[in-house]
């Protein structure tokens, strides 16, 4: 599909008389139509520039674009409209007994007196057209105070528009709310469940990313990132519980980036999605981000790894047996050891150094010798609870591609071997677990952060 230079989430297809969505593409930008079949029958009716304006009309119903297959182009727009304006001799046409708009169906047994089902018992049902409108109601979708559309056979949809009909019929059956607003279910968006109820907040967590959203544990994907999180938990130890999943929105620029090489990478190998997999690694946290629902602001600190991921996502360079690269690995225990919390500025306190921070704060002055430069800073690092109980760790969307298994070490590579992408540390040889290596920022993304139990 050829796509805009812009944009536009809330395109629909330029095809005359269709209200579907435009066709979005993999890397994020949208089509002009929402098929190959309507882009087809407007480059053959228009060239190879097709605008709605040049289009052939049917010669029945003057209103769809004439029908186009095999190269050829049709008098009519469909079988109907074909059959209609023969039933009439070809000057005339008869309309439907409802709405006195469309043309009358034709088929096999006869002409008929409605255009269809719907103005049929529309008529039957004495809401005919002729007679008077119904009134239209409100619309169905939640929130929604519109009056239903009404069309023009008379009868009232439950629905303001085509949008919300679509929006209320994508609803999850077990009603997850929208991650940033809370309020109102999750949709379907392009045939995929999406974190959000409308564009609207979809456009809204886009706008602000970095971001991270908190799912709550009855959520569909808290249970899925759970069960990955501990099926894969491979060392002997027992596995953490987790405490808190979030959703992770890295900056646009990197998501686009991202889905531009996926998409390069899917049609390079044809592997679809271009071998995209979900994978562990485990890094620095020197702050207590995600430790709760009020700690989902990013810090600003350099050292923070967490928060400089889910900033700008990775960046190449950690040194490894096979070179600098991005490291991953679908062993959530062996990502584990890679953690390190940094949260707290200072060491471990004892009992007296808690008893002294207590006797600080609380203005106790004279129950303990007066306290060193060193002692009022523990203390201070005390109060302001700078350290963490948890542990974090990222779950992560990285395109592998075309994988080499090397289960030798390999330090001098800053890239993969010539037609791979990405090269996969096999256990049995210097590996007594598995690791992922990309090369290149744009391979990998942060889809979840994952706060457990240290």
């Not at 979708?141 to 069309?151: E, M």
């Not at 990132?225 to 060392?235: E, G, L």
């Not at 008893?355 to 704060?361: D, G, L, N, T």
């Not at 992560?396 to 080499?404: A, Q, R």
């Amino acid at each position: 599909m050829s796509a805009h230079s812009s944009y536009t989430p809330n395109a629909t297809c330029c095809y005359p008389g269709c209200r579907e969505g435009a066709w979005q593409n993999p890397d994020g930008s949208y089509s002009s139509f929402c098929s190959k079949k309507h882009r087809d029958a407007m480059q053959q009716s228009n060239g190879p520039s097709p605008s709605v304006g040049g289009a052939k009309l049917c010669k029945n119903c003057h209103s769809r674009p004439v029908y186009v297959d095999a190269g050829r182009t049709h008098d009519f727009c469909g079988q109907r409209c074909s059959a209609q304006y023969q039933a009439g001799g070809g000057t005339q046409k008869r309309l439907c007994k409802n709405c006195h708009s469309r043309p009358v169906y034709v088929d096999g047994s006869g002409t008929h007196e409605f255009c269809g089902k719907r103005c049929r018992d529309s008529f039957q049902a004495g809401v005919a057209g002729a007679q008077g409108n119904r009134r239209a109601g409100i619309c169905k979708l939640s929130g929604c105070q519109k009056p239903a559309y009404v069309g023009p056979d008379g009868v009232s949809s439950d629905y303001c528009s085509r949008a919300h009909r679509t929006l209320n019929q994508g609803v999850q059956d077990d009603g997850e709310l929208c991650l940033l607003c809370g309020q109102r279910p999750k949709v379907f968006i392009n045939g995929k469940m999406s974190d959000f109820c409308s564009s609207r907040c979809k456009d809204d967590t886009f706008g602000s990313t970095p971001i991270i959203l908190n799912i709550s544990s009855d959520m569909a994907s808290f249970q899925d990132v759970t069960k990955q999180f501990t099926d894969q938990w491979k060392h002997s130890t027992t596995v953490p519980a987790i405490v808190k999943i979030w959703k992770v929105y890295c900056h646009k620029s990197h998501t686009d980036a991202f889905l531009s090489y996926k998409l390069d990478v899917e049609r390079n190998t044809r592997i679809v999605g271009g071998n995209s997999r979900r994978r562990w690694h485990g890094t620095t946290r020197t702050c207590t981000i995600g430790d709760s629902e009020n700690k989902g602001d990013l810090c600003k600190d350099v050292k923070c790894s967490i928060c400089r991921i889910i900033e700008s996502s990775f960046h190449k360079g950690n040194m490894g047996l096979f070179g600098p690269g991005i490291y991953t690995s679908a062993t959530s225990s062996k990502s584990d050891a890679f953690v390190k919390e940094l949260s707290g500025s200072y060491p471990a306190m004892s009992r007296n150094d808690v008893a002294k921070s207590i006797a600080f704060v609380k203005g106790l002055s004279g129950s303990y010798p007066a306290m060193s430069r060193n002692d009022v800073a523990k203390s201070i690092a005390f109060v302001k609870e700078l350290g963490s109980p948890y542990k974090a760790m990222l779950l992560n969307d990285v395109v592998l591609g075309k994988t080499i298994k090397m289960t030798t070490g390999d330090p001098s590579l800053a890239k993969p071997p010539h037609g791979y992408d990405s090269v996969i540390g096999e256990p049995g040889g210097v590996l007594d677990y598995d690791e992922a290596i990309v090369y290149r920022n744009d391979a990998i993304r942060p889809l979840f952060l994952i706060i457990y139990n240290g």
